[in-house]
């Protein structure tokens, strides 16, 4: 009597040459992809220094910002530390890896460049801090001029940002002004960006309920 092979064992035997067949391609496309990396970094290792002049560097003017001395020492701190960076160089390269910035300005003006993306980083997050400051001791039309300054003069990319933007214009139910929130949110590569806006969006349907 002749014995069939179990369908089961036939199933098994399928499975296992498919997956065999899919861990060697993907094995190949991951060496592949590797390699291209590998060949950009050293392409871009070898890029001459190009002009940088014409980067989208930080313009402002502080003037907007509340600048007089407040009872609490740490928010005091805080308008110092904005002081200072104000007088530095500032460009948000934030969308860019290292190896795109030195492939389109040249290896040699990456170390510069990373100073510049750093002290941008320290401000806006000094900006937030200021105006998380201000917002919790009740300083809430200050902290509404930080956030303002910090969104629509220096495209700050920090989350909470936006959030306590809007929750300020909630509170005194400026619908208006939380659409053109949204609409800045938009423009920016902020992360989880359409998880804000509908969240933003929600402020919005509430205060026409």
């Not at 993306?117 to 401000?123: E, L, S």
Request: proline share 1%; aromatic share 10%; net charge neutral.
């Amino acid at each position: 009597m002749r014995m069939g092979i179990p369908v089961a064992s036939v199933l098994i035997l399928i499975f296992i040459l498919w997956l065999h067949y899919e861990m060697k391609k993907n094995s190949k496309i991951s060496k592949d992809t590797l390699e291209l990396f590998w060949q950009k970094e050293r392409d871009s290792n070898q890029t001459r220094r190009k002009d940088i002049s014409q980067l989208n560097f930080l313009s402002f003017t502080l003037e907007s910002l509340p600048m007089e001395d407040c009872e609490d020492d740490t928010i005091n701190s805080y308008r110092d530390t904005i002081r200072k960076y104000a007088a530095r160089k500032m460009v948000n390269l934030s969308g860019q890896t290292n190896t795109d910035l030195k492939l389109e300005y040249g290896v040699a003006n990456f170390n510069l460049l990373s100073e510049y993306d750093t002290n941008y980083i320290a401000f806006v997050s000094m900006l937030q801090k200021w105006a998380q400051r201000l917002y919790d001791h009740g300083h809430l039309k200050e902290s509404q001029a930080v956030l303002e300054f910090s969104i629509f003069q220096c495209s700050t990319d920090v989350t909470q940002a936006y959030q306590l933007l809007a929750g300020l214009y909630h509170k005194q139910e400026l619908p208006l002004k939380t659409a053109t929130l949204i609409e800045r949110i938009r423009q920016t590569q902020i992360r989880e960006k359409e998880r804000l806006i509908e969240e933003l969006e929600a402020y919005t349907l509430s205060n026409k309920m």
